[in-house]
């Protein structure tokens, strides 16, 4: 088992930047791919950014290229996500995936097998 708590959220204005914090503990020797997704308020589960834990695969959404970055530090079993020039339309539940192999599509929520609690993110117009 895998136990992921999330931290960093809150209320920002557009424009301002937020780092999201995942700490793993549990079997963390056993995670090959960690995310973060999102969900806005009447919307599905968006996928944001993955990054394998050895580090030799990441990726962003478009949506979110040029505007959040994701990383990791493997001595504090800790996930990153780095959000800058928010904005309104980036506000949601922000939230962790671990998951212990790679067969199924990295962008799928469901291929995960543990999650964290979320945190929220509320940008002001």
């Known amino acids: 088992q895998v136990q992921l708590v999330e931290s960093g959220g809150g209320l920002v204005q557009a424009g301002d930047s937020l780092i999201l914090s995942c700490e793993a503990s549990g079997h963390t020797n056993t995670i090959y791919t960690m995310a973060w997704f999102r969900q806005a308020p009447g919307k599905d589960l968006e996928f944001v950014a993955y990054?394998?834990?050895?580090?030799?695969?990441?990726d962003v959404e478009d949506f979110a290229k040029d505007r959040f970055t994701i990383s990791k530090d493997n001595f504090k079993d800790t996930l990153y996500l780095g959000l800058n020039r928010l904005k309104p339309e980036d506000t949601a539940v922000y939230y962790c995936a671990a998951r212990t192999s790679d067969t199924d599509n990295v962008r799928i929520g469901s291929s995960y097998d543990f999650w964290g609690q979320g945190t929220q993110v509320t940008v002001s117009s």
């Open positions: 990054i394998n834990w050895n580090g030799d695969s990441t």
